[in-house]
């Protein structure tokens, strides 16, 4: 079944840390590529995504992510995470010209100070 | 600009009784998406809407659930009857209207049916 897989369910990590969250996704053809952050008692929020151009892709509060076509990945990445990161985090696809979104089952983070 | 706009943020209900949930899109979205989060199936899209019509609905449970939206400012999800494993939070998410689009999500519904 065409799916979105976030292979990391609970990540832990200290203030400073990196952090790359994995993203898989089974869909064949053009995909368009989001992740999502939910912080604690808040709504989901676009962090990035990509539809085209340059696989790397930089969005806000320094996180980045990488597309990589012949591993159907798309890996977020912050080089030091802080306290304020603490959040759960969706990567989610919209296949080809289809608008609904397909969220993997999220990843929450948890920043220790 | 307000955002998305959801009502109510908290709903407590009885097996049984009617639920109505509200959502205001963004104005000038053309686009409105009906998910439910829970902690056994994660996020999933119920239905959505584009230019007011729906035009996916494989997401809604039963006919139970049912949604309209009668005009590009107001969309409505309904529940009759409520059940109790139809507790979630319900989000409500608008965009411009193409696959390409940020969607942008409301504050969330929490309900609980008892």
């Known amino acids: 079944a065409q799916s979105v897989s976030q292979h990391n369910h609970h990540v832990i990590l200290s203030e400073a840390a990196s952090l790359e969250l994995g993203c898989n996704y089974s869909y064949g053809g053009t995909v368009n590529l989001f992740w999502y952050v939910q912080y604690p008692g808040q709504h989901l929020q676009l962090l990035l995504k990509y539809f085209s151009g340059d696989p790397l892709v930089k969005g806000i509060k320094g996180f980045e992510a990488e597309f990589i076509k012949s591993k159907f990945s798309f890996n977020l990445r912050k080089p030091s995470v802080q306290w304020s990161d603490t959040a759960e985090y969706f990567c989610?696809?919209?296949?080809?010209?289809?608008?609904?979104?397909?969220f993997g089952t999220g990843t929450r983070l948890l920043v220790s100070p | 600009d307000a955002g998305v706009i959801q009502s109510p943020r908290h709903e407590v209900t009885e097996m049984g009784q009617e639920v109505t949930l509200r959502c205001k899109p963004i104005s000038g979205h053309n686009s409105l998406f009906w998910y439910r989060q829970t902690m056994m199936r994660g996020l999933e899209l119920l239905i959505y809407f584009n230019n007011n019509v729906p035009i996916d609905d494989s997401g809604m449970p039963e006919d139970r659930f049912s949604a309209k939206m009668p005009n590009a400012s107001f969309s409505t999800l309904k529940i009759q009857p409520s059940e109790p494993r139809d507790s979630a939070v319900y989000f409500c998410?608008?965009?411009?209207?193409?696959?390409?689009?940020?969607?942008?999500f409301g504050p969330g519904t929490r309900l609980l049916v008892l």
């Open positions: 998410a608008s965009s411009q209207g193409t696959a390409q689009e940020t969607q942008y």
């Open positions: 989610a696809v919209t296949p080809g010209s289809f608008q609904k979104l397909v």
